[in-house]
């Protein structure tokens, strides 16, 4: 499927406060995920808790050991939400 991104204010305001490398490492994984958000060296996968506070599927994709970009899938649109270590899954 071909989706349209977008993110929110939140993403970009912690992409902004990530180390340099950091900072590279989710470029480089952005090239798979426009792509393919579920591309298998991403591992993207299911929050459940998240899903459920949010009452709507919440996803996670593991760019480095502790870094995860957070994000939602609506229609063809796909939504990034969050970036940070595993912390951003209790925001």
């Known amino acids: 499927m071909n989706y ?3 993110a929110v204010e939140k993403f970009w305001r912690n992409f902004y406060k990530l180390r340099p490398e950091q900072k590279e490492s989710v470029r480089r994984s952005w090239q798979l995920f426009k792509g393919d958000p579920f591309h298998p060296s991403l591992g ?3 929050i459940h808790e998240l ?5 709507h599927t919440i996803y996670a994709t593991v760019i480095d050991a502790d870094l995860r970009v957070i994000f939602r899938i609506d229609g063809s649109w796909v939504t990034t939400l ?10």
Do not use: M
Not at 51 to 55: I, Y
Not at 82 to 91: L, M, P
């Open 51 to 55: 899903s459920a506070r949010a009452k």
């Open 44 to 46: 993207s996968h299911e």
């Open 4 to 6: 349209k991104h977008r």
């Open 82 to 91: 969050d970036v940070g270590s595993h912390r951003i899954y209790r925001a």
